[in-house]
């Protein structure tokens, strides 16, 4: 027997040639469940088919100035110690801006968390500085938020170069809690989106 791909989704089965597993990237972003089957060998596991954000960057890039930066051109970007409540805050307060959450290891790329919110994998603050300079590339205003000094430290270096990179160190020990927190983080964005010139 033949080596054949059986594809698993919410619509329907599929059996597929594994040189047609290309095609899966096609149909992102969505979870799929996928059976290997070579002779008596099978492999089974679940595929996650998530959009390209590097090429979703580089159209951003290629679009007209107006059009840049979804959202009303603001983009924030959390490290690691952001996750979770904050992310949560923001999406709800500020439906409009578009959040990428720094979340370490365990993903191998970008990966669509919902409408306007993409999970970011940091092997280590140069992966983190990579991520905001990729996003500074298609956004009018991005806003780094940041609890490590180091990190904030070098982050400014890089905001220097890109021009349109604001670092925001919020170290949460001086906040008397994480609705303050999120509160400034909040504030922050608003202004922000106040300070860019209308289009």
Same mark, same amino acid.
């Given at each position: 027997?033949?080596?054949?791909?059986?594809?698993?989704?919410?619509?329907?089965?599929?059996?597929?040639?594994?040189?047609?597993?290309?095609?899966?990237?096609?149909?992102?972003?969505?979870?799929?469940?996928?059976?290997?089957?070579?002779?008596?060998?099978?492999?089974?596991?679940?595929?996650?088919? +998530?959009?390209?954000?590097?090429?979703?960057?580089?159209?951003?890039?290629?679009?007209?100035?107006?059009?840049?930066?979804?959202?009303?051109? +603001?983009?924030?970007?959390?490290?690691?110690?952001?996750?979770?409540?904050?992310?949560?805050?923001?999406?709800?307060?500020?439906?409009?801006?578009?959040?990428?959450?720094?979340?370490?290891?365990?993903?191998?790329?970008?990966?669509?968390?919902?409408?306007?919110?993409?999970?970011?994998?940091?092997?280590?603050?140069?992966?983190?500085?990579?991520?905001?300079?990729?996003?500074?590339?298609?956004?009018?205003?991005?806003?780094?938020?940041?609890?490590?000094?180091?990190?904030?430290?070098?982050?400014?270096?890089?905001?220097?170069?890109?021009?349109?990179?604001?670092?925001?160190?919020?170290?949460?020990?001086?906040?008397?809690?994480?609705?303050?927190?999120?509160?400034?983080?909040?504030?922050?964005?608003?202004?922000?989106?106040?300070?860019?010139?209308?289009?």
């Amino acid at each position: 027997m033949a080596r054949k791909l059986i594809v698993f989704d919410c619509r329907e089965v599929r059996v597929l040639d594994p040189s047609q597993l290309s095609q899966l990237d096609k149909e992102g972003p969505g979870d799929l469940f996928i059976v290997l089957i070579d002779g008596d060998v099978i492999a089974s596991g679940r595929l996650t088919v +998530v959009r390209d954000i590097v090429e979703g960057q580089q159209e951003a890039q290629q679009a007209p100035a107006a059009q840049q930066g979804r959202g009303g051109g +603001v983009v924030a970007v959390l490290d690691q110690m952001f996750r979770g409540y904050y992310p949560d805050v923001i999406e709800r307060e500020e439906p409009d801006v578009e959040l990428h959450v720094i979340v370490g290891r365990g993903l191998q790329a970008p990966q669509q968390a919902g409408p306007r919110r993409v999970l970011e994998p940091a092997n280590d603050d140069f992966d983190v500085l990579k991520v905001v300079e990729r996003v500074a590339r298609g956004a009018r205003r991005v806003l780094f938020f940041t609890g490590d000094k180091r990190l904030a430290g070098q982050a400014e270096v890089t905001a220097s170069q890109l021009g349109n990179v604001e670092v925001h160190y919020m170290p949460p020990n001086e906040f008397p809690g994480k609705e303050s927190l999120a509160k400034a983080m909040i504030d922050a964005i608003e202004r922000a989106k106040a300070s860019l010139p209308s289009t």
